[in-house]
């Protein structure tokens, strides 16, 4: 079961430090650029927030999948909705950079999620059919669902609204699906124990060394 904490744009915690606490457990880290070499050389299973498709190119601002595994870094994350929401990303260039990241050799979480307004609106299965409809299965490619509205909000969403949108997803395309969106030690086991979740990607609370180690045990229990 993978547990992976997103560090957003913040510093997070000591590589080594995180490394120590966490011993054997499984884990992902995805810290910000600056701080992926520091991961790797700590040992830490490391992933980049996001990666580009192509190989190399005049793409300011962006970082390619040969840069990241030549760091000795593992995977990326994709499609995050602060992507979508605040960068304009779209379900094109998502799929773009995920075909790009595995075909380069990175594992890559496809993050999907509705946004509350969606969610009202009925429309939870129309928006997850349609940012899924431009990914193929593949055996590195993980989804995470992250409902827009459980991100950085402390609402969780419920055990059962996880495990219907993750059985929707499975319906659609064959992969493991994390869930995401203010898992916490507290929610983790709840969370973790329904039938389809099959594992967490982690915001704040991954920030902090105890929390993350938690929910990472909690994870490795499964
Ligand atoms: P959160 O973030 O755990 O802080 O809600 C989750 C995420 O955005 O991946």
Redesign the pocket.
Known sequence: MTVAG?W?MFPGPDPQALRVALGDLPHVVAPPYTRLRDCVEAGLTTYAQNVHWADEGAFTGEISPPLLLSLGVEGAIVG???RRQYFGETDDGVAKRTAGALQAGLNVIACVGETEAEREAGETQEVLRRQLAVLDAHPRLVI?Y?PVW????GRTATPEIAQDAHAFIKSLLDAPVLY????KAENAEELLSQRDVDGA?????SLDIESFVTICRIGSSR
């Open positions: 997103n957003k995050h909705s602060e995470a992250e459980a991100i950085g909000t995401g969106g203010s898992v990607l982690v915001g704040g609370a």
